[in-house]
């Protein structure tokens, strides 16, 4: 009894452990675990913006199906919610209506603001510009309206101010708010509170944006009206729900029929419910061993770990089928456990490989799959015979077997085939300049339709294309905001030399400062200004004593102090600031998004020419292609070396080269021929086939390891049929992945729906005579 | 448009005018009867389309001598307006219905607003519009209207009476010749003033 229950007593006391641990585990969505362990500074501001940056945050809405003006009344209407809703932090629809605010504040401190004000932008001759300018403006339809500020502010900082402030963009406007330029869609551009990587706290912001849309929809009576969202986080929150409703529908169809083709099989409740007892004691150890490994699990890490664990399921379906009533459950273990023992090492190697990598997401990876199969078989081992039915086996199963063992000593008969596959399938390997899709967009599960709303919303709105930004990093704030200047100017000159259409700049809408300083100081004195203003008006009809508002405030800009954050705090720019000017641990980053990047080497020459190591063109799709490439080349490097000690290891086992080469062929034939399949069917690789493909060596290794054990007595029907179901079920069970619309599962589905197959067909033909023969 | 494109369009669009006002002032019985607002509003519904040069005159505080800007004035019944600044500087503003366009600058930039919200301008915008239109009921809800004169020279005094754009409009002159419109003087509440005199392209 002891003998018995001491295996039951272990696992239960192991299991509760690692639920324990489970319990108290941080799961992470975090970034940095595709970050190399020496990552560049560049790769590093990456994974910052993606986690927490400006453009993570970014949301872009338009509004369609009706006329313009209820379009319109629909921005005004939706606008004016959200900006209530404090998870907003921008919320801007091109409405001049709620800056008045903004307004006065440009008004009051438009000689700190105006980056025209040098030396001199006074001068006589620069005021005679000015004033002719302010003549015509008079002249214009405008000019009656345009009268008080004229006399104000003559040399037009205002306009000036406004115009750069209201970004690089400026989209056509309907009844004041922002409209595409067929008129069709109105356009908003929001900026949710919650970080990026807080995807949780994003979603609930875009069900509070849809619910409040859904209000304004009602409120106008037009059922028609429609919402369109973009955006990185938008991305984010639906990839995560499309990935997690295709893999919670595909996988409970596939378990569905699983489950039926198993309880047809079994017809064994218990069994049924036993065969899934080593996969979930297997998951559970893994999720335990890397918490404690790395103080956290990473989501991908139990996303990819469970596929590359789906061996265990066949553990149990080895067991149950080839128990019969004489040899039982205990004697066929024994029988079998050196080819399930070899197995599992087979697959240890191709996944320790992923546990040297540089990167701790593909080590998590892999020290999840070694401990959850060695977990899953030493449960099959050990655990689960004691808890089947004394007198457990499935009857029946003589005549389909012996159909299946006839159709395994058939399959030699592909051999000339299986040949030929592997020559065309070489061929179309071979001829493929780009095999592995190193763009991280490969991985994107961003469907091409979102892609386009995507691209029509940000060119409507002019908005940053989140691909380029500057960032100037500095000690203080202050430091920073000179940085960013610095920046600026660089810009402009490269934008004027066409490279970009325009940027946004936190010392746009707080100037450093030493700029404000310089401005401030060269402000002319009262007697200097009339002197300059009355040489300035000479010839001109601007009767004496128009421009005394102009004069009072130029001597109230003399004496103002600067401005500061606090200044800006609580206005539209206090929040614009914060959002490009942020604290971090090391300091402060001004952000300075770029909109309509056409040279970014151009760019990239200009701010070369600043010598400053702290100011960084970051092209996140170049840098973030980079990285993947770097993490794609990494693990298939680490592969192919995997796939070097797996042979090393046949070797050492089967000590003859004659049954290496018949464990090996098949597998390396079924992956060369499945990924040429799904090549030639326009499918580029990424890491996600390589996932599929070590799985297939995993699953396909037992397959040919069967038939090597069969060399000696030929192979059980009993065995044969054990192959065929643990082949189907891992077929439907992946094969049903690949009708989803999520790349990610479409990938891993055919390749291991494609490959499993192959590897079994192939595995038979491939198998020497004798260990088919009947 | 070439010029003589454009020449044809006047050409039509006067002769439309001209049409119209010939049914109008034909019957020689119409000449003694007195001239009433309606009277006059019945004749510009008539005329469904005009075309016309103008030139404006700004007197302002500021200025010691008035600003002149030109250009041409198009009127599509029953709800469009158009207003191309030619000098000295290219500028168009379109009314149509409850819309204003404003095309300025080079590249020109086109802004579109709605005439319900910027009061003053719909104001003065209406002013010209629903006198164009033959629409008393509009003129008078924005406007005390008072005319005097005679068919061959009447001048419409507006006051308006929204007391928004009392504070910054004193009254809008509109005088002219049966349903031709001569010229637009707004006094504004601080004094300035601008007059839009028509020109006549007399073929």
Known sequence: ?774 | MTSGARRELLRVALATTLIALGVRTAPAAYADTRWTLPRMMEGFAAVTSARTRFVERKFLHMLDRPLESSGTLAWDAPSRLEKITLQPKRERLLVERERVTVERGTPPKRRTLALGDIPLLRAFIESIRATLAGDPDTLQRFYEVTLEGTAEHWTLVLRPSDSRTKSLVHQIRISGAHATIATVEIEQADGDRSVMTMVRDDP
């Open chain 1, 1 to 774: 009894m002891t003998r018995k229950f001491l295996p039951i007593a272990v696992w239960i006391l192991v299991i509760a452990a690692a639920a324990v641990v489970i319990s108290r585990t941080r799961f992470s969505a975090d970034l940095s675990a595709f970050l190399p362990r020496q990552p560049t500074a560049a790769q590093q501001l990456l994974v910052d913006q993606l986690h927490d940056g400006v453009v993570s945050r970014l949301v872009l809405a338009g509004i369609s199906g009706a006329a313009p003006d209820q379009l319109a009344g629909a921005s005004r209407a939706l606008s004016e919610r959200l900006r209530r809703d404090g998870r907003f932090v921008r919320v801007d629809n091109g409405d001049a209506s709620q800056t008045e605010r903004e307004s006065a504040f440009v008004f009051d401190h438009r000689y700190a603001l105006s980056p025209a004000i040098d030396a001199q932008h006074f001068s006589a001759a620069s005021l005679r510009a000015a004033l002719e300018d302010a003549l015509e403006l008079l002249a214009s339809p405008a000019g009656l309206a345009a009268k008080a500020l004229v006399q104000a502010d003559p040399t037009g900082e205002v306009l000036l101010v406004t115009d750069r402030m209201a970004g690089a963009g400026h989209p056509a406007t309907h009844d004041g708010v922002w409209i595409s330029a067929d008129a069709t869609e109105a356009l908003l551009v929001l900026q949710t509170r919650a970080p990026g990587f807080d995807i949780d706290t994003q979603e609930a912001t875009l069900v509070a944006l849809r619910a409040a849309f859904d209000e304004v929809r009602r409120a106008a009576g037009n059922a028609g009206l429609t919402l369109a969202l973009t955006g990185p986080a938008v991305f984010a929150v639906q990839s995560r729900a499309g990935i997690k409703g295709d893999a919670i529908r595909f996988s409970s169809l596939a378990t569905a029929m699983v489950a039926l083709l198993l309880s047809i099989t079994f017809r064994s409740p218990r069994a049924l419910a036993l065969g899934m007892v080593p996969v979930v004691s297997g998951a559970t150890v893994g999720i335990a061993a890397v918490s404690l490994r790395f103080g956290e699990v990473h989501g991908i890490t139990l996303g990819f770990g469970a596929t590359l664990i789906g061996e265990a399921v066949d553990y149990a379906i080895y067991l149950f089928m080839q128990t019969d009533a004489r040899r039982g459950a205990g004697g066929t273990l024994e029988r079998i456990w050196p080819t399930l023992r070899l197995g599992v090492m087979t697959s240890i190697c191709g996944f320790s490989a992923l546990l040297l990598s540089g990167f701790p997401g593909l080590s998590q990876l892999g020290l999840f799959s070694i401990a959850g199969l060695v977990t899953a078989a030493l449960v099959t081992r050990f655990v689960l015979p004691s808890l089947l039915p004394s007198r457990f086996a499935i009857t029946g199963v003589e005549r389909p077997g012996a159909m299946v063992r006839r159709a395994f000593e058939r399959a030699r008969v592909l051999r000339p085939l299986i040949a030929l596959a592997v020559v065309v399938a070489l061929a179309v390997l071979f001829s493929r300049d780009r095999l592995w899709n190193d763009e991280l967009s490969s991985l994107s599960p961003v469907r091409t339709s979102d892609q386009l709303l995507d691209q029509r919303l940000r060119g409507g709105l002019g908005a940053a294309d989140v691909r380029h930004l500057v960032v100037a990093r500095a000690t203080g704030p202050d430091e920073a905001l000179a940085l960013a200047e610095k920046v600026g100017v660089a810009l402009d000159r490269a934008q004027a030399d066409g490279y970009l259409a325009g940027y946004e700049s936190p010392a746009q809408v707080l100037p450093s400062g030493r700029t404000q300083l310089q401005r401030r100081d060269s402000l002319p004195d009262e007697a200097t200004l009339r002197r300059n203003l009355d040489t300035a008006s000479a010839g001109l009809p601007f009767r004496k004593g128009t421009f005394e508002p102009f004069i009072d405030a130029v001597r109230q800009a003399r004496d103002a102090p600067l401005l500061d954050r606090a200044a800006l705090a609580g206005t539209a720019f206090g929040i614009r600031l914060d959002a490009l000017l942020a604290h971090h641990a090391g300091g402060w980053s001004a952000m300075l998004p770029l909109t309509g990047v056409t040279d970014p080497a151009g760019i990239a020459r200009a701010l070369a020419g600043l010598h400053d190591a702290h100011v960084i063109l970051l092209d996140t799709k170049a840098e973030s292609d980079a990285l993947y490439g770097t993490y794609l080349r990494d693990a298939l490097l680490l592969s192919l070396a995997g796939a070097g000690a797996i042979v090393i290891l046949l070797g050492a086992t089967l000590r003859t080269p004659r049954r290496v080469l018949a464990v090996c062929m098949p597998l390396a034939a079924a992956v060369l021929v499945a990924t040429a399949a799904l090549v030639a069917l326009g499918q580029t690789l990424t890491i996600f086939h390589l996932v599929g493909m070590l799985l297939v060596v995993a699953v396909g290794s037992n397959y040919a390891l069967f038939f090597d054990r069969a060399l000696v007595d030929g192979i059980e029907a009993r065995t044969a049929l054990s192959l065929a179901l643990a082949n189907t079920t891992t077929v439907i069970g992946f094969g049903m992945l690949a009708f989803s619309d999520a790349p990610v599962l479409v990938a891993i589905g055919s390749t291991v729906g494609v490959g499993a197959f192959l590897s079994l067909v192939f595995a038979a033909a491939l198998a020497p005579r004798e260990a088919v023969r009947s």
